[in-house]
Structure formats: structure tokens, C-alpha cells
């Protein structure tokens, strides 16, 4: 808590010259007591004002996943009072967030140490990332399985030879993946993307975009701001449709989009512009490397029936 100090010059504010200051309220205990207040009206779970708070949708127990979540968030997100992110670290049990423009495996070590983990155990490193050379999310994860499956003995093998030092360092349930998201404006995470992936390039990362078949026509149940295109939308529905498949499990997408949709519908009753979007639906805009910074994915763009 800041604490301001006042200094008096002249006469003393207990004077009786005239020129003091009695009977003023005591300027520190005015600024605690307006912090209590500020306090007060935060929801200490969801830390959203009680007037929209979000504790009544989220789960009584944070999704556990069967593998890694990192986030990468710019630090111009931090501002934002309706940033997702935080709804992801209220739903799951644990979700490694990191703020930053630029990351690194020599500078990050949290980043480092998630990399390493996933790769001694053989877990895939996705990025998820529209960007050009994007692949299917759901096609990658059947390809690891399969690949995963004609392996499974030789992987037993290869971890009884372990030595005790790798052993210790790996969590003792084994990662199915490891998911790395991108958090900011899509400018943002071109440039954090176009970074970040050449330092990944010894983890061999698979740069994803969600299937065709799991993108929204028209998610105006969720849609806080408006996106560059129908389809297009936030960091916690992307990652949660993403970690719905990745978990192979629908309730894991529905946990972490339940506080989305409350949040959008409360948001509705105060912002006109929110509450336009829920009546009439996101409003199709032209897609172009204006909107986004970069070239989609030609399946994302030809394929799609979002984008004729």
C-alpha cells in the first residue's frame, strides 16, 4: 500500500494562529480507508468488481489437465480489464503465465523448463498460432497418437534407463503435450510469434490453428470486442476449444467458456456496443492482411465456409 506523507511548512497544522489546519480528517487514514474500500468492492476470488462477479460459473474445483498450459502474454494485456487470461488461471489447476515481447529458451527459464520437461518425455510442443505455416490441431493430435502407440514399448525402455537426476525433474505423471498460447492484440502475436519460434526451433514446435469444424459461425455469446472476422476469437475460447481437444473432452472446452459467456452477458448490461453484438451477431469484416498483420492459413481462408 502506498503510503503518502504530508509535509507541513509554516505553521503547524495543530496551530492556533489562524493559518493551521485543524479539524481536516487525516490524509493517510483517508487514503487507507478509500483502499478498503476498493477492496471491498473486488470479489477476492475472481477479482472482478461484485457487481459482475463470476464466482457463481466457475468450477468448485480447477480443471486438472493432463498436460501443460504456458501462456505468453504482451504486457499491454495487463491493462486490460477485460482480459480472458485471467479466467484461464481461475478454471484450471495450473496454468504458467509469462509477460513479456520477446522469449527466449536462454532468458525465460520457466519457458526453458517446460520445453525440457515436455521433451524428455516425448510430449508434442504446440503453438497455438493462425500463422502461415499453421497445421490442424486435431490432425496433429491423431498423428501423435498413432505415432505414440506403435512406440509405447520402446519409450518404456528408453525411461528405465533413465538416470535419477532426469528422473526427478520430470512431474511424476507424464505430460500428454505441452500448449503454448499467445496472448495480445493479433499485431502483438504476430511479432511475439515470428520471435519466439526460432528459439523453439530445438524442441521442433508444431505452429497449430484449431480444426475448421470447432470454430464458431458465429460466437456472439462470447464476443467481448469486435474481431477482424467472424470465427476470430478471444485467448481463453481458443485455448479452451484447443485444450477440449487436446483433453479429448467437451466438459474441459465447457468449463473454461461457462466464465466467458457470463462475463460477455454481464458486460452486455453496461456496454452498448457488447449488448449489440449478443442481438445482432458479430458483424462479418473482409479478410485481408490489414486485419491481421499477416496471411492466414489458405485452409482457414478457402476451406472455410466463414471466410467465402
Given at each position: 500500500?502506498?503510503?503518502?506523507?504530508?509535509?507541513?511548512?509554516?505553521?503547524?497544522?495543530?496551530?492556533?494562529?489562524?493559518?493551521?489546519?485543524?479539524?481536516l480528517?487525516?490524509?493517510?487514514?483517508?487514503?487507507e480507508?478509500?483502499?478498503?474500500?476498493?477492496?471491498?468492492?473486488?470479489?477476492p476470488?475472481?477479482?472482478?468488481p461484485?457487481?459482475?462477479?463470476?464466482?457463481?460459473?466457475?468450477p468448485?474445483?480447477?480443471?486438472?489437465?493432463?498436460?501443460?498450459?504456458?501462456?505468453?502474454?504482451?504486457?499491454?494485456?495487463l491493462?486490460?480489464?477485460?482480459?480472458?487470461?485471467?479466467?484461464?488461471?481461475?478454471?484450471?489447476?495450473?496454468?504458467?503465465?509469462?509477460?513479456?515481447?520477446?522469449?527466449?529458451?536462454?532468458?525465460?527459464?520457466?519457458?526453458?523448463?517446460?520445453?525440457?520437461?515436455a521433451?524428455?518425455?516425448?510430449?508434442?510442443?504446440?503453438?497455438?498460432?493462425?500463422?502461415?505455416?499453421?497445421?490442424?490441431?486435431?490432425?496433429?493430435?491423431?498423428?501423435?497418437?498413432?505415432?505414440?502407440?506403435?512406440?509405447?514399448?520402446?519409450?518404456?525402455?528408453?525411461?528405465?534407463?533413465?538416470?535419477?537426476?532426469?528422473?526427478q525433474?520430470?512431474?511424476?505423471v507424464?505430460?500428454k503435450?505441452?500448449?503454448?498460447?499467445?496472448d495480445?492484440t493479433?499485431?502483438?502475436?504476430?511479432?511475439m510469434?515470428?520471435m519466439?519460434?526460432?528459439?523453439?526451433?530445438?524442441?521442433?514446435?508444431?505452429?497449430?490453428?484449431?480444426?475448421?469444424?470447432?470454430?464458431?459461425?458465429?460466437?456472439?455469446?462470447t464476443?467481448?470486442?469486435?474481431?477482424?472476422?467472424?470465427?476470430?476469437?478471444?485467448?481463453?475460447e481458443?485455448?479452451a476449444?484447443?485444450?477440449?481437444?487436446l483433453?479429448?473432452?467437451?466438459?474441459?472446452?465447457?468449463?473454461?467458456?461457462?466464465?466467458?459467456?457470463?462475463?460477455?452477458?454481464?458486460?452486455?448490461?453496461?456496454?452498448?456496443?457488447?449488448?449489440?453484438?449478443?442481438?445482432?451477431?458479430n458483424?462479418?469484416?473482409?479478410?485481408?492482411?490489414?486485419?491481421f498483420?499477416?496471411?492466414?492459413?489458405?485452409?482457414?481462408?478457402?476451406?472455410s465456409?466463414?471466410?467465402?
Open positions: 500500500m502506498v503510503q503518502h506523507r504530508v509535509v507541513w511548512e509554516g505553521s503547524s497544522p495543530n496551530s492556533s494562529d489562524g493559518l493551521g489546519f485543524e479539524g480528517p487525516d490524509i493517510c487514514q483517508m487514503d480507508n478509500l483502499q478498503e474500500t476498493l477492496d471491498y468492492r473486488d470479489c476470488r475472481c477479482r472482478r461484485r457487481t459482475v462477479c463470476l464466482c457463481s460459473v466457475l468448485e474445483v480447477p480443471v486438472e489437465l493432463h498436460g501443460k498450459l504456458v501462456v505468453l502474454q504482451h504486457p499491454l494485456e491493462r486490460k480489464r477485460m482480459a480472458t487470461v485471467p479466467l484461464l488461471e481461475l478454471c484450471l489447476q495450473e496454468c504458467t503465465l509469462l509477460r513479456g515481447r520477446k522469449f527466449s529458451v536462454e532468458r525465460d527459464h520457466d519457458l526453458k523448463a517446460a520445453l525440457y520437461t521433451q524428455q518425455m516425448g510430449a508434442p510442443i504446440y503453438v497455438l498460432f493462425p500463422g502461415p505455416e499453421a497445421r490442424d490441431l486435431a490432425d496433429m493430435v491423431q498423428l501423435h497418437s498413432q505415432a505414440h502407440a506403435s512406440s509405447e514399448h520402446l519409450r518404456e525402455m528408453t525411461a528405465v534407463a533413465e538416470d535419477d537426476t532426469e528422473r525433474s520430470c512431474p511424476h507424464p505430460w503435450y505441452l500448449l503454448i498460447a499467445i495480445g493479433w499485431r502483438q502475436g504476430k511479432e510469434y515470428k519466439l519460434m526460432p528459439s523453439l526451433e530445438a524442441f521442433k514446435p508444431i505452429a497449430v490453428h484449431l480444426p475448421l469444424n470447432s470454430i464458431p459461425l458465429a460466437n456472439w455469446d464476443a467481448l470486442k469486435r474481431e477482424p472476422a467472424l470465427g476470430c476469437m478471444t485467448t481463453a481458443a485455448v476449444r484447443a485444450l477440449g481437444i483433453e479429448c473432452s467437451d466438459d474441459v472446452q465447457d468449463t473454461l467458456v461457462a466464465p466467458l459467456r457470463q462475463m460477455t452477458a454481464l458486460q452486455a448490461a453496461f456496454d452498448p456496443a457488447t449488448r449489440a453484438r449478443i442481438e445482432c451477431g458483424e462479418s469484416r473482409s479478410i485481408s492482411k490489414r486485419n498483420g499477416f496471411k492466414l492459413p489458405e485452409a482457414l481462408i478457402v476451406k465456409p466463414l471466410f467465402p
